[in-house]
């Protein structure tokens, strides 16, 4: 039943982290750094393998596209949040809420479409080296990174549309500092536990079967480099899965605690930490994580400053 006509609600109060405005100035300053340096991490990631013609591999096409889609996260709450930071009102409005509903989750999917990818590409690469180049040729990746993109943004529009139907008639402030799903149903006139279980059931099913395909993947490989002969070459391949299985961590291990602890995800303190953690905090770590322990990514960060420094001259 289409009810949007009961609306009175026209814009929502983004609450963000209840603090002195000396403490918001400061979280202004620090979040505002950690942007900064997220987007140039990620940034410095991207060209890296965009100008440099020996990272024109499937391995480096898929980490250039999960930098890529750091950066577009990252966009879809900090900026808001700065801005919140400073402001009185804290005001976003409807349609702005349900635009970052939608992209802040689209994106988020996305990573746990891409994170399996790049899993199943370490699997091939290392448990079928001989016929790694034919099977994850260029052509293949690509078709597979456009499929992770389009599925992601088919995922939500659906449960997103019958959200906005329900009817907001007050109070309009979220405790959060991000439209999320769990904050506006809590909002609605009326009940609506068929969509809140539909959100959670879609949701959960996404983060649960990426992961689990992602600990096949890894338990494959594991299997494989564990009869490798030489240390050295156990080595390698541990330290070529090392960096991505860090990130896996880090991203899932946050983002499981909304959906395996339930009474620790219903309270907004939990939400806003665990949200923060994945949305910003991962993010900027990635570039050092995959960049430190990687050495033709390094080799191509030095070239990319050398050539900067000469361009200055």
Avoid at 9 to 23: D, G, K, P
Avoid at 189 to 207: H, N, Q, R, V, Y
Avoid at 226 to 241: D, Y
């Amino acid at each position: 039943m289409n009810v949007s006509g009961v609306n009175t609600v026209t814009e929502f109060i983004l609450l963000s982290f209840a603090c002195s405005r000396q403490v918001e100035v400061l979280l202004f300053v620090l979040f505002f750094v950690s942007y900064i340096l997220t987007l140039m991490g990620n940034g410095a990631i991207v060209c890296a393998v965009v100008l440099d013609n020996r990272l024109h591999t499937p391995m480096y096409i898929l980490l250039a596209n999960f930098s890529f889609l750091e950066i577009c996260y990252i966009n879809t709450t900090v900026p808001n949040m700065l801005r919140n930071f400073l402001s009185e009102t804290k005001i976003i409005s409807f349609t702005g809420c349900f635009l970052q509903f939608y992209f802040f989750f689209s994106f988020g999917i996305n990573e746990t479409f891409l994170l399996p990818l790049m899993a199943f590409d370490r699997y091939l690469a290392i448990c079928w080296p001989l016929h790694y180049p034919t099977i994850m040729s260029l052509h293949l990746c690509v078709n597979l990174v456009i499929l992770c993109w389009v599925t992601a943004f088919l995922c939500y529009p659906i449960p997103i549309y019958y959200i906005t139907q329900l009817p907001f008639c007050g109070p309009n402030t979220i405790d959060h500092f991000v439209c999320d799903p769990g904050p506006l149903l809590a909002l609605s006139c009326i009940p609506a536990p068929g969509i809140e279980l539909s959100c959670s059931i879609l949701s959960s099913t996404i983060i649960f079967i990426t992961f689990l395909f992602i600990l096949a993947s890894y338990t494959l490989v594991l299997r494989a480099v564990l009869r490798v002969p030489s240390a050295a070459g156990r080595r390698k391949a541990f330290s070529t899965c090392g960096s991505h299985l860090v990130v896996v961590s880090l991203f899932y291990g946050t983002i499981m605690v909304m959906y395996i602890s339930p009474t620790l995800g219903n309270q907004a303190g939990i939400q806003k930490i665990v949200t923060l953690f994945y949305s910003s905090v991962t993010p900027l770590v990635n570039p050092l994580i995959y960049s430190l322990r990687n050495k033709d990514m390094k080799a191509a960060l030095r070239k990319i400053r050398m050539c900067t420094k000469s361009d200055q001259k």
